[in-house]
T-cell receptor, first 109, second 113 residues
């Protein structure tokens, strides 16, 4: 089993829709969780950290479910500019984080 | 501007010809890391450094070397590149390995023929 697993997609949704994707992780001792966004052929950029209490940043909401070992990302009122690959990141030790392979999201007009 | 600078952006080279990809950060970060990204395989860690003169292997270190003589620089060295090292490479830095978000360089697209 991979340490971090994501549905690769692609998710193809209309503009204005709400879309959510999950990411599961295998290490129950993991403490740090992040979502990154990567545009085609560009570097990953930190979208948001994921806290135990959940957190929201504008149209984006991230949540952590420790019991089931997954994190989620919800995007409300999606925009064309949200089209990208979303990478889930989980720490596996004090010196290492693991990137998921990413979920491709395409927003259509 | 806080950033990680990688050079070159694009490189085509021949098998066996030594090359170095440079990485420099201006954020005084202690942690730096190199990744390669290949279709279907995601980002895989090559080497990382927790601080000056402290480096360690990641998941795919074979064929690569690194050094960390100064805090800001973390070059990636391919002593004898082979075609299977054709990939998109990213350097990243962070305040810490796990608690903080990473800042990535713009990437180096390497082709070995």
């Amino acid at each position: 089993r991979k340490e971090v697993e994501q549905d690769p997609g692609p998710f193809n949704v209309p503009e204005g829709a709400t879309v959510a994707f999950n990411c599961t992780y295998s290490n129950s001792a993991s403490q740090s969780f992040f979502w990154y966004r990567q545009d085609c052929r560009k570097e990953p950029k930190l979208l948001m950290s994921v806290y135990s209490s959940g957190n929201e940043d504008g149209r984006f909401t991230a949540q952590l479910n420790r019991a089931s070992q997954y994190i989620s990302l919800l995007i409300r009122d999606s925009k064309l500019s949200d089209s990208a690959t979303y990478l889930c990141v989980v720490d596996s030790s004090a010196s290492k984080i693991i990137f998921g392979s990413g979920t491709r999201l395409s927003i259509r007009p | 501007e806080a950033q990680v600078t990688q050079n070159p952006r694009y490189l085509i080279t021949v098998t066996g010809k030594k090359l170095t990809v440079t990485c420099s950060q201006n954020m005084n970060h202690e942690y730096m890391s190199w990744y390669r990204q290949d279709p279907g395989l995601g980002l895989r860690q090559i080497y990382y450094s927790m601080n000056v003169e402290v480096t360690d292997k990641g998941d795919v270190p074979e064929g690569y070397k690194v050094s960390r003589k100064e805090k800001r620089n973390f070059p990636l060295i391919l002593e004898s590149p082979s075609p299977n090292q054709t990939s998109l490479y990213f350097c990243a830095s962070s305040l810490s390995a796990r608690e903080s978000g990473y800042t990535f360089g713009s990437g180096t697209r390497l082709t070995v023929v």
